[in-house]
């Protein structure tokens, strides 16, 4: 087994295509494809499943692969320690429903840990898509929300797809509004005062059940319904059509500028945020770091 093949193995999880790593590592597919198989073959296991469609981590690949990124890693840190050698690209993705405090442990992340050279993926996407990425590794951490409502349906899929569920924080209901909306001025609101006024969500294509939504109440009829696919969209929906989305009430002035007020929503349903990880692997430093930073600012946004 060589330190180069367990970098190859590392690099085709984070491409998601033999092809594509082969191209960033400068090296031909068949020869990528080939150094892949000898360590297979070397240390007895499947590290990848083969299909006509792609590959994808089997099993013991996952757990191989968490091995593999310690191995690495500690392999880096001596070199720099005794060789003065530059350190490698850092390599880190992250799926995530669409929350700004995702994305501000992913800037602080950077700030802080970012080296001269990473290569890392914020994915803002579909519920389900999350779960599939945690799963396959295609990221490292996933972060969505349960409720009392999909709970029954999301925790034994995660446990089907071998993957653990770590609280973050639970929240009240809030929605989100222009300062413009009559709305905004209000201590609280019921869901009879949002009746008439757009509702907005994000839509969950193919997977586009109750369960996978972002919001809770998704099973309550309304008059009006927009669905969307991307934050910044919805924000501008908000303040365009005096629409209305129901999330924690954590809210980022630097993110989503200070024209979008939170109110609390007067209902007994409580959100609970949390990261989605694989158990069959361990996360990288990396990862370790930004779940390090989204806790901070978390506990700041919540104090």
């Known amino acids: 087994m060589k330190l180069q093949q367990l970098k190859y193995v590392i690099e085709v999880v984070a491409c ?4 594509e790593a082969a191209r960033r590592l400068y090296i031909s597919q068949p020869s990528l494809s080939k150094a892949i198989k000898e360590l297979e073959r070397e240390i007895g296991i499947t590290i990848f499943t083969r299909t006509s469609t792609g590959i994808t981590l089997s099993t013991d690949g996952a757990e191989f692969l968490g091995y593999a990124r ?3 890693e500690q392999a880096e840190l001596l070199e720099r320690r005794y060789f003065n050698t530059a350190p490698s690209e850092q390599l880190f993705s992250v799926s ?3 929350y700004a405090f995702a994305v501000n442990a992913f800037v602080e992340m950077i700030k802080k840990h970012g080296e001269d050279k990473y290569q890392f993926t914020l994915r803002e996407t579909r519920t389900y898509e999350i779960i599939e990425d945690v799963k396959n590794l295609r990221s490292e951490i996933g972060i969505l929300y349960v409720s009392s409502f999909n709970e029954k349906v999301m925790m034994p899929l995660l446990k089907e797809r071998g993957l653990e569920f770590e609280v973050l924080f639970q929240a009240k209901p809030h929605i989100f509004v222009s300062t413009q909306n009559p709305l905004a001025k209000k201590s609280t609101v019921t869901l009879e005062e949002l009746e008439d006024f757009p509702r907005l969500t994000f839509e969950q294509g193919e997977y586009n059940s ?3 939504s972002e919001e809770l109440f998704s099973t309550i009829p309304c008059k009006k319904s927009i669905q969307v696919s991307d934050r910044a969209t919805l924000f501008n929906l908000l303040i365009g059509l005096n629409g209305y989305t129901i999330s924690t009430g954590i809210l980022s002035e630097d993110l989503n500028g200070s024209h979008i007020v939170s109110v609390p929503l007067e209902e007994g349903e409580l959100i609970t945020v949390g990261c989605v990880v694989n158990k069959k692997t361990q996360l ?4 370790k770091l930004y779940l390090e930073e989204l806790k901070q600012i978390i ?3 919540l104090r």
């Open 16 to 19: 998601g295509s033999i092809n």
């Open 70 to 72: 310690q191995v690495v």
């Open 96 to 98: 995530t429903q669409h």
């Open 210 to 212: 109750f369960y996978y």
């Open 284 to 287: 990288s430093r990396i990862a």
């Open 299 to 301: 506990d700041f946004y």
